[in-house]
Structure formats: structure tokens, C-alpha cells
């Protein structure tokens, strides 16, 4: 079974900072990974998406993230932090054998300080 | 650029009483999911929908609620007797593959039960 865990509900960081939101997956194939942002009241919005191509995937808003199989993990990351970067991040996996369905991770909420 | 379109966008409702959200999935799209987000949770698998059935669901779908596609364009989800802890934002979400690609998610509907 596929799942996803995020390491911290909350992350800070100031304005100009570097971002990076951690995320480990466990697959027994190799899976298709995701980063998902909400903002408040709103829905999900794709950020960026690993589907066994380049190992580091570059999304919107500046985002990009690695997948390192020998680690597990696809972490965000993001060189410097806009105000407009506080959301709801969400990582999520999509594998062959884990059904029809994507599977969250509990979220991470990043918080920006001017 | 194509996307999943929910309605409504907020739907309050009394305990008991039945509901039916709606979907408008992407044209092309096979592939057709319900997820569900409590207030401050995780998104959750509710059930996934091909060609005319159920492909899978999770253990939170229970008899309570049901699928359908009743014609070529829509997908709806109608739970049965709402209960209180029925309230979450519900997202529908669509896919031209089965596994192993992006799931394109509409904005929700928040659904309140009072």
C-alpha cells in the first residue's frame, strides 16, 4: 500500500527565506508523487508533479522538488519565500498498484513573516 | 484551460436530511473520484468511478452514501440522512488515466450540517 508522510504541521519562515516542506512516501512501485497547495477557503491547486521522469521537477510559483528514491522522499523547496507562499501544502501518491485513488499526506501549513 | 466544476460551492443542510453534490468532470476524462476534507484535516478517498461503477471505496463510504453518473456530463455524489460530522469541504476530481498521472480537482463544495 502507498502511503505519504509529511514532517511538520507547521513550518515558519521569514519573507526572503528559503522554503522547504519534507516528504516521504512508501511505495511498493514506483510511484507518481504530487505537491498540492490550498489556500484558505479554496481548493486544490496542482504545484507540481514527479511521473518517473526527471528526478527534479519544477512547478509554479517558483517551486521545484527532488524525488530521491534511495531516500524516499520528494521535498518542496523554494529559494525565497513570498507572503503570498502561506498555504496549506499538501503531498500526495499515485502508484500502480494502490488503486484508483491519490493518497494525502496530513499537510503542512507554512507560515511567512515579513 | 479544461476544469472540474462543483456545484454548489456551499450547501447547508439539517441532519437527516439527503444532499447531492455535483460534478462536472473534464470532457475527456474516464476516471472520477469523491474526496473528502474535514475542517482543518486531510484529504481523504471517499470512491473512485469507471465506466459506470465503482472501482473502488474507502471505509468511510458507506451505505450512507452513493455515485452516480446519471447522464454524459455529470457526476454526483448524494449522501443519505446527513449527520453532523458529515460536514467537510467535498472535492471531486477527474482523470483520463486510472493510476499513475494528475487528478485534476475541482474547488469543492463545503457542505455544513446543522
Known amino acids: 500500500a502507498q502511503s505519504v508522510t509529511q514532517l511538520g504541521s507547521h513550518v515558519s519562515v521569514s519573507e526572503g527565506a528559503l522554503v522547504l516542506l519534507r516528504c516521504n512516501y512508501s511505495s511498493s512501485v514506483p510511484p507518481y508523487l504530487f505537491w498540492y497547495v490550498q489556500y484558505p477557503n479554496q481548493g486544490l491547486q496542482l504545484l507540481l508533479k514527479?511521473?518517473?521522469?526527471?528526478?527534479l521537477v519544477k512547478g509554479i510559483n517558483g517551486f521545484e522538488a527532488e524525488f530521491k528514491k534511495s531516500e524516499t522522499s520528494f521535498h518542496l523547496t523554494k529559494p525565497s519565500a513570498h507572503m503570498s507562499d502561506a498555504a496549506e501544502y499538501f503531498c500526495?501518491?499515485?502508484?500502480?498498484?494502490?488503486?484508483?485513488?491519490?493518497?494525502f499526506g496530513a499537510g503542512t501549513r507554512l507560515f511567512v513573516k515579513a | 484551460e479544461p476544469e472540474v466544476t462543483q456545484t454548489p460551492s456551499h450547501q447547508v443542510t439539517q441532519m437527516g436530511q439527503e444532499v447531492i453534490l455535483r460534478c462536472v468532470p473534464i470532457?475527456?476524462?474516464?476516471?472520477f473520484y469523491w474526496y473528502r476534507q474535514i475542517l482543518g484535516q486531510k484529504v481523504e478517498f471517499l470512491v473512485s468511478f469507471y465506466n459506470n461503477e465503482i472501482s473502488e471505496k474507502s471505509e468511510i463510504f458507506d451505505d450512507q452514501f452513493s455515485v452516480e453518473r446519471p447522464d454524459g456530463s455529470n457526476f454526483t455524489l448524494k449522501i443519505r440522512s446527513t449527520k453532523l460530522e458529515d460536514s467537510a469541504m467535498y472535492f471531486c476530481?477527474?482523470?483520463?488515466?486510472?493510476?499513475?498521472?494528475?487528478?485534476?480537482f475541482g474547488q469543492g463544495t463545503r457542505l455544513t450540517v446543522v
Open positions: 470532457s475527456n476524462h474516464l476516471y
Open positions: 514527479y511521473t518517473s521522469a526527471a528526478t
Open positions: 476530481a477527474s482523470s483520463e488515466e486510472m493510476v499513475n498521472t494528475e487528478a485534476f
Open positions: 500526495a501518491v499515485s502508484a500502480g498498484t494502490g488503486g484508483f485513488k491519490t493518497i
